[in-house]
């Protein structure tokens, strides 16, 4: 079963910041945070992924609560082109060729 | 670099037929993953790989066969098929497990 709980779905305005939220209270110490995204079908792209520490690429910034339990994608200037279905994801231990969990995602719907 | 390539795009099948969908990656990865992905669900694993000669059981591994037997390549084998198996397969590399996981375009497979 997937670790992670995501809102179905969500829309945002064209232009606007797209924050989507995703829940994990049981995420072990060593477990990474993952960042996905489908468009239309499409084989999923990496987006962002971390640890502890808030990160920031030039797709997209990912923030973790301190206790690690929950994190916000944030996508700072939604396009209609960000269109698709995001997953949170967590990496599984080593040992078990830190295969992905996918969970049903967070459709995110961008409007002009 | 071309990434992560599979072959065919598309195939019909009948019930009972056997096929073989071929994932490769130039990239020197290490782990491989073939992963199917049903309407309106997130991807699920099949079968994966941690390196040249090994392979190993995800979440739905019945009816399906892997082998890696190159580095670059990863089959995934249909010994007969099922309507059950009708679905968009993906696969996927990483060089290291902390890595980020790369897509190929997926194989959009339908047995009758």
């Known amino acids: 079963d997937a670790k992670t709980t995501q809102p179905p779905s969500m829309d945002c305005a064209e232009g606007r910041a797209a924050n989507l939220p995703c829940n994990h209270s049981t995420i072990s110490g060593n477990e990474y945070v993952y960042w996905y995204r489908q468009i239309h079908s499409q084989g999923p792209q990496y987006i962002i992924h971390?640890?502890?520490n808030n990160e920031t690429n030039e797709m997209a910034s990912l923030i973790i609560t301190e206790d690690r339990k929950s994190s916000t994608l944030i996508l700072p200037h939604a396009t209609l082109r960000d269109t698709a279905v995001y997953y949170c994801?967590?990496?599984?231990?080593?040992?078990?060729?830190?295969?992905?969990?996918f969970g049903q995602g967070t459709e995110l719907s961008v409007k002009p | 670099n071309a990434g992560v390539t599979q072959t065919p795009k598309f195939r019909v099948l009948k019930t009972g037929q056997s096929m073989t969908l071929l994932c490769a990656q130039d990239?020197?990865?290490?782990?491989m993953y073939w992963y199917r992905q049903d309407p309106g669900m997130g991807l699920r694993l099949i079968h994966y790989s941690v390196g040249e000669g090994t392979t190993a059981k995800g979440e739905v591994p019945d009816g399906y066969n892997v082998s890696r037997l190159k580095k670059q390549n990863f089959l995934l084998g249909l010994e007969s098929a099922a309507p059950s198996q009708t679905s968009v397969y993906f696969c996927?590399?990483?060089?290291?497990?902390?890595?980020?996981?790369?897509f190929g375009p997926g194989t959009r497979l339908t047995v009758l």
């Open positions: 990239m020197n990865h290490e782990y």
């Open positions: 996927a590399s990483r060089w290291r497990v902390e890595d980020t996981q790369y």
């Open positions: 971390g640890l502890k």
């Open positions: 994801i967590l990496t599984v231990s080593l040992y078990q060729g830190g295969k992905l969990i």
